[in-house]
């Protein structure tokens, strides 16, 4: 299971274990021809592969397999300025501290494993959308 992060807080993930197709698959044709299509993007691929389905995509989660590996903070900046409109959402344990991050390049929400939630509770991650400066004015 997993917490999807967004500005208003933690939710429940709406995507299931197998409902999002991987990108692979989607290259080799064995996406529907109709319908909105979910893709697990790899953070090691170039986002030029996503545009002949730009169109067609709901969203598109970009894999952070670990916390210090930065790529998918350039993906989802190159997959934003392809001129993807929809929800991207960073897949992967990511921390509160990356959470305004993974905003800045582009991403809508964060979707963690539940128990990075349960080690870095929702108040941190809302925290960490004010500046410095403005806690400290506070």
């Given at each position: 299971m997993?917490?999807?992060?967004?500005?208003?807080?933690f939710?429940?993930?709406?995507?299931?274990?197998?409902?999002?197709?991987p990108?692979?698959?989607l290259?080799a044709?064995?996406?529907?021809e109709?319908?909105?299509?979910v893709?697990?993007?790899p953070?090691?691929?170039?986002p030029?592969?996503?545009v002949?389905?730009?169109?067609?995509?709901?969203?598109?989660?970009?894999?952070?397999p670990?916390?210090?590996?930065?790529?998918?903070f350039?993906?989802?900046?190159?997959?934003?300025?392809?001129?993807?409109?929809?929800?991207?959402?960073?897949?992967?344990?990511?921390?509160?501290?990356?959470y305004?991050?993974?905003?800045?390049?582009?991403?809508d929400?964060?979707?963690?494993?539940d128990?990075?939630?349960?080690?870095?509770?929702e108040?941190l991650?809302?925290r960490?959308?004010?500046?410095y400066?403005?806690r400290?004015?506070?």
């Amino acid at each position: 299971m997993s917490v999807v992060v967004t500005d208003a807080g933690f939710g429940p993930a709406d995507i299931a274990e197998g409902q999002a197709l991987p990108l692979d698959a989607l290259l080799a044709g064995e996406a529907p021809e109709t319908g909105p299509l979910v893709v697990d993007f790899p953070n090691d691929r170039d986002p030029a592969a996503l545009v002949p389905w730009l169109d067609r995509l709901a969203l598109v989660r970009g894999a952070f397999p670990a916390p210090g590996d930065g790529r998918g903070f350039s993906i989802a900046h190159r997959i934003r300025d392809l001129g993807y409109a929809g929800r991207l959402r960073a897949l992967g344990p990511l921390i509160a501290d990356q959470y305004t991050a993974a905003r800045a390049t582009g991403f809508d929400e964060v979707e963690i494993p539940d128990a990075l939630a349960a080690r870095q509770p929702e108040p941190l991650w809302i925290r960490r959308r004010a500046s410095y400066q403005a806690r400290v004015r506070a």
